[in-house]
């Protein structure tokens, strides 16, 4: 266990959010490593001297499907990011950790994956045998205005369509996968609808001119330390001995940064087409209080936690901290978009084999083509021009013709006005 005296500037480096996941999972060795073991096989047919491009590569997920990805030997593996930081970081990660000999063909560009520049990398490079996308954005508090909520949108919808459009015009493409979470599964917030949107573009695109490509996703727990996480902020608070927080009586799944790159890597080259896979999680078991979760993690680092209910009490005590004792503020969940309770499988879906212990397979129950099609009209145009009205409200409205299952839960307190 690390020092108290430590806990002001926690170690950062290597692979510290793998080393705590077990904190959140209460797993020492990954639950899908079995699977990959079994695959093992299989999934060198499909990678070995293959042509992949990641698109989000720069993220917690995207790296960690990367890392898992190398050992299967792909001829070239290019990667694509706005995020310009985190793409250096990702190679200067790589090449520590492997003999440089063993890197396929490392590109990166720090690229918008859905703007005229994309589509000119795509025809000006030779075909990628596979195409994964992580690029989303990812929090139930993207939806607090709607400029936010359209850039969601535009983001985790449109440029997806249009990226695996580009890609399939090209031919020759054997596989396309694009990340989901559980948060599609009954959505009650803007994020979640937005990928389970999501799901129904990549699942019923045009595929006339590469009729053979295999088009697969994956929805899946919290991912325990990832960028931008609850759990990736309590070390950042930790860092500059600032309180925190976390909603009271809320129980959530959790996998690490491994256990989600060896699901997305199972999901990208072995899912039956138009499938999504899950995880095999039980409530019973695997759910996990928040609260206690933070509880360990300040115990992790030598830490006694302290609760409190007020914001002010809780910033009051970190300023005045002596010893071993830590502010941890325990908030309700009443903010927009909350869910009580987390399910890998919507209405009317369900889970069938795929001949993976610990995943199951969730085939696409589509949708009706027209209404679909009419959404994605109605949001291009209001995220190409400035003029037409964008009320939130009328989005609501606009995405439950499509998705009827989509129960917004709002609130008049949202996650930007929580500590």
Not at 152 to 171: E, H, S, Y
Request: net charge positive; charged share 25%; hydrophobic share 40%.
């Amino acid at each position: 266990m690390k020092k108290a005296s430590k806990v002001a500037n926690p170690h950062f480096g290597g692979d510290l959010p793998d080393e705590l996941a077990v904190l959140a999972t209460g797993r020492s060795r990954s639950l899908f490593a079995e699977d990959v073991e079994r695959s093992r096989t299989k999934l060198s047919r499909r990678i070995a001297g293959r042509r992949i491009l990641v698109v989000g590569g720069a993220g917690s997920i995207g790296s960690a499907t990367i890392r898992a990805v190398i050992p299967f030997l792909p001829a070239c593996l290019h990667v694509v990011d706005q995020n310009e930081n985190g793409l250096t970081e990702l190679v200067r990660d790589l090449r520590s950790r492997l003999d440089p000999g063993l890197l396929p063909d490392l590109r990166t560009a720090p690229l918008n994956f859905g703007s005229p520049i994309m589509e000119r990398f795509l025809a000006e490079n030779p075909p990628y045998d596979y195409i994964l996308n992580f690029a989303a954005l990812k929090h139930v508090r993207s939806e607090k205005d709607s400029f936010s909520i359209l850039q969601m949108l535009d983001t985790n919808v449109i440029k997806p369509r249009r990226l695996l459009q580009w890609a399939l015009n090209r031919g020759e493409l054997q596989g396309y996968f694009s990340v989901s979470t559980d948060k599609a599964a009954n959505p009650v917030n803007l994020m979640g609808a937005s990928k389970r949107l999501m799901e129904h573009v990549i699942f019923s695109c045009d595929r006339a001119k590469s009729p053979d490509c295999r088009i697969a996703s994956a929805r899946f727990a919290n991912v325990a330390f990832s960028d931008g996480s609850l759990l990736h902020g309590w070390l950042n608070r930790l860092a500059k001995g600032q309180p925190l927080a976390a909603p009271r009586e809320t129980r959530r799944y959790f996998v690490s940064l491994e256990e989600a790159g060896q699901i997305c890597l199972l999901a990208a080259f072995l899912a039956p087409d138009r499938h999504l896979l899950a995880p095999r999680l039980d409530p019973a078991t695997d759910l996990v209080d928040l609260s206690q979760v933070a509880a360990r993690v300040l115990r992790h680092f030598g830490c006694t936690p302290e609760c409190f209910e007020l914001e002010a009490a809780a910033r009051q005590a970190a300023r005045r901290r002596r010893g071993a004792k830590y502010p941890l503020l325990l908030t309700p969940l009443d903010t927009s978009g909350e869910k009580s309770y987390e399910e890998f499988l919507g209405a009317g879906e369900r889970g069938v084999e795929a001949g993976m212990k610990q995943l199951m397979a969730v085939p696409y129950l589509p949708v009706e083509p027209g209404l679909l099609a009419a959404l994605l009209r109605k949001v291009e145009g209001l995220v190409s021009s400035p003029r037409r009205r964008a009320a939130t409200p009328d989005l609501i409205v606009e995405i439950q013709r499509v998705l009827p299952e989509f129960h917004h839960q709002s609130s008049t307190r949202t996650l930007d006005q929580r500590l």
